[in-house]
């Protein structure tokens, strides 16, 4: 049972960058995914989730990233996709992609909720 994320890398600002998030061992179709960020000396903070569905409705964003960043997911390949442009330099961090094993409840932006981790990949924004 595992998620593993893929993708990062270093990108000038204003640049764009697509992360990938491969599940394994689990109905990945059933739940909720996440994308979650920790910048250096900082908290880890909630990106961006998507439902089991992936519908339009079923998407909740940071306001820190609303209209720059996109979540997606395909349940046929168990992936889901984080697509980040008009990249600052405050969106460098470790990225990490979640699970949240829990049926029937509400898209969560707290990430305590999410019970499987990635062990992320690193996005640098820098000139």
């Known amino acids: 049972v595992q998620v593993v994320e893929s993708g990062g890398g270093l990108v000038q600002p204003g640049g764009s960058l697509r992360l990938s998030c491969a599940a394994s061992?689990?109905?990945?179709?059933?739940?909720?995914m996440g994308w979650f960020r920790q910048a250096p000396g900082k908290e880890r903070e909630f990106v961006a989730a998507i439902n089991w569905s992936g519908g339009n409705t079923d998407h909740a964003y940071s306001v820190n990233v609303k209209g720059r960043f996109t979540i997606s997911r395909d349940n046929a390949k168990n992936m889901v996709y984080l697509q980040m442009n008009s990249l600052k330099p405050e969106d460098t961090a470790v990225y990490y992609c979640a699970a949240d094993l829990n049926l029937g409840t509400p898209l969560s932006r707290d990430g305590g909720r999410y019970k499987l981790w990635g062990q992320g990949t690193q996005d640098t924004v820098s000139s």
């Open positions: 061992g689990f109905t990945f179709s059933a739940y909720a």
